[in-house]
């Protein structure tokens, strides 16, 4: 099957062959056609040879036209056969003027003449043969009219010598005829081959430049995956569980101190490279996690060949077969030396800060309960010398006496404020949850303001529902909250109106249907700047406008207020427009949570 597609297939290239190959036996053919006619010139009329040579020379003539012809044209698949068949005429001609002439002469000459036609026949038909036989029926085209005239002519002879002759020029023309077709199917095999060598030589080509392709692509990756773990100082490993052999990136090498391209190395090897302190653990974590198949991460500190220390961050996956049995670890090296020891100083710092913080406080608290005493005292005593003074009539030192007592009260709230702040920032600040009814609760709230409410000419208004119910919450500080709030509108306004609303409300069921009670305390008075309005609640701080001004006063109030609402669950906020006054508004929950504890680093 192969020979019949590949003898069509091929038609093209054979035609080809045989019209490059058998140049050669154009000149043959003259030659020897020439030699003939000599040879025969005296033995024969001067014009048989002379015609005869004609003919050969003008069919080579013919055949050298019809080469020259295809030289200039495209041999293809389609026009391949007409190619054939024009060859096949001239061969046909070649041959029959051969094998023709042959006879001519044989008949004309002397029989030892016959001997050498017979021998130049034989020739001519087997010398053909090897460039011919490409296509074989441009074979038989001229071997067989070559042959068989003269083979015809010694069979009519009859003799036994010619009937010899005749039968072995019958074998040789079917010895040649066979060695033509099976040449014929050699070649079309080999072209076959050819054919299928070239493609295969082809795609191993093409295979070869794709494999290039990806080597070199695969190179560059290698190249930017080195540089990206350079940056990052990070290295990458692969732990064959199979072997022990740990296989690991040049930048892993670097990590701990070898060679880029040191050899595999093995746990031992690693372990060994890690602080004796933290080795076991390593080692525990490593096998852990090969014997669970688990992922882990961990940091441990690593000795260099230089006796440095470096602190690496580990990170890695375990791949299992489809037993669930570990066989391979890869993970990745991070040298975070400087990122643990930047954080080591911030823990010590933290610690220290908080350590002067702890001692601040406690120096405040120690402070404000030294300086109570003493102050309690002295407004005590110029409370009864004023009282003796009005008894004895001495008028004159009462406006003295009066300042002592306001100067020791006034100090005596900053110091209970201070001491108030210093035990939130300790931590030591407790929430005693207790009932109280709302309604009679701000009476006498507003009752102690009163006085102070007044002093500015301004007018008071309290809005609160007398079946607005209980709150379960920590009285002391709401109480502390609410005169805050309340003596600071007293002491910002001047002859305006202060009012003080006390409402009850509940969340959403979908958000919890937690009960809330809101008081509003909203004043006329100077009012806040925009950009005052976050820091109010800060301890310290006081609004800039005012700091130079003659409101007296520490910016502590709404500090511990602020703390205080946190502590009881609630929110306290601000809005206000400067010059026109200012709305503070605390929201407490119904029933305060028990105790929450305060968070010291976010109080400041
Ligand atoms: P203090 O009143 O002792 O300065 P607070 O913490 O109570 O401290 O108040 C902080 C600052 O907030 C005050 O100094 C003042 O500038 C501003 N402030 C508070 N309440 C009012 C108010 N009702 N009207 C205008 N400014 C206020």
Redesign the pocket.
């Known amino acids: 099957m192969v020979m019949a597609d590949g003898s069509r297939a091929f038609v093209a290239e054979r035609v080809q062959l045989i019209f490059s190959d058998s140049w050669a036996t154009l000149p043959v053919n003259v030659v020897n056609a020439g030699i003939v006619a000599l040879v025969h010139r005296d033995v024969l009329p001067l014009h048989v040879p002379v015609v005869w040579f004609a003919f050969i020379a003008s069919v080579v003539a013919l055949r050298i036209a019809l080469y020259l012809w295809y030289r200039r044209v495209t041999v293809t698949e389609d026009n391949a056969s007409v190619w054939v068949r024009h060859l096949m005429v001239v061969l046909a001609l070649t041959g029959l003027g051969w094998g023709i002439g042959g006879v001519v002469m044989m008949v004309l000459a002397p029989p030892i003449y016959q001997v050498l036609i017979a021998f130049v026949l034989g020739g001519m038909a087997a010398g053909g043969m090897p460039s011919l036989s490409r296509i074989f029926s441009a074979y038989v085209v001229f071997a067989i009219p070559v042959l068989l005239p003269a083979i015809g002519y010694f069979a009519v002879q009859g003799t036994e010598l010619d009937l010899s002759v005749a039968t072995m020029g019958m074998l040789l023309l079917l010895f040649l005829l066979a060695m033509g077709r099976r040449q014929e199917a050699n070649i079309v095999d080999s072209m076959w081959v050819a054919k299928e060598n070239r493609s295969l030589v082809q795609d191993l080509r093409r295979e070869i430049a794709e494999r290039e392709q990806v080597e070199a692509r695969l190179r560059r990756r290698e190249h930017t995956l080195a540089r990206a773990q350079r940056i990052a100082q990070m290295g990458s490993w692969e732990w064959n569980i199979e072997t022990g052999q740990i296989t690991s990136s040049p930048e892993n090498n670097r990590l701990f101190g070898r060679h880029d391209d040191a050899p595999p190395s093995s746990l031992e090897t690693v372990l060994k490279a890690v602080h004796p302190d933290d080795r076991r653990r390593i080692e525990d974590v490593k096998r852990r996690a090969v014997a669970d198949g688990t992922a882990y991460s961990c940091d441990y500190r690593i000795l260099m060949p230089d006796g440095s220390e470096r602190v690496i961050f580990e990170q890695a996956d375990v791949t299992c077969d489809e037993t669930g049995r570990a066989t391979l670890v890869t993970g990745i090296n991070l040298d975070i030396t400087d990122r643990y020891r930047a954080q080591e100083r911030l823990r010590g710092a933290m610690h220290e800060a908080e350590a002067a913080s702890e001692a601040k406080s406690q120096f405040l608290a120690n402070m404000s309960h030294e300086l109570r005493t003493p102050l309690n005292a002295i407004i005590g005593y110029s409370e009864i010398l004023k009282e003796d003074a009005l008894e004895r009539s001495a008028t004159t030192f009462i406006p003295d006496l009066e300042k002592i007592n306001v100067a020791g009260r006034h100090l005596l709230e900053l110091i209970n404020d201070v001491l108030d702040l210093s035990r939130i920032e300790a931590g030591r600040a407790e929430v005693v949850v207790e009932s109280v009814e709302l309604a009679p609760f701000m009476d006498e709230v507003v009752a102690t303001v009163q006085p102070l409410v007044a002093l500015n000419n301004n007018r008071f208004e309290l809005d609160c529902p007398a079946d607005i119910g209980e709150i379960r919450t920590d009285v002391t500080k709401l109480r502390q909250i609410l005169f805050?709030l309340l003596s600071?509108?007293a002491?910002?306004?001047d002859k305006g109106e202060i009012r003080m609303q006390v409402s009850r409300f509940a969340d959403d069921a979908a958000a919890g249907g937690v009960e809330w009670v809101r008081f509003v305390v909203s004043?006329t008075?100077?009012?806040?700047a925009p950009e005052?309005q976050d820091s109010?609640f800060l301890a310290f701080?006081?609004?800039e406008a005012?700091r130079s001004s003659r409101?007296d006063?520490?910016?502590?109030?709404?500090?511990i207020c602020r703390h205080y609402c946190e502590m009881m669950g609630g929110v306290i906020s601000v809005e206000?427009v400067e010059g026109k006054g200012?709305v503070?508004t605390v929201r407490l929950p119904a029933e305060a949570p028990d105790q929450r504890p305060v968070d010291v680093m976010s109080a400041e």
């Open positions: 805050n600071n509108a002491k910002f306004t004043d008075g100077i009012g806040i005052d109010v701080e006081r609004s005012r409101y006063g520490t910016g502590l109030g709404l500090a206000s200012s503070f």
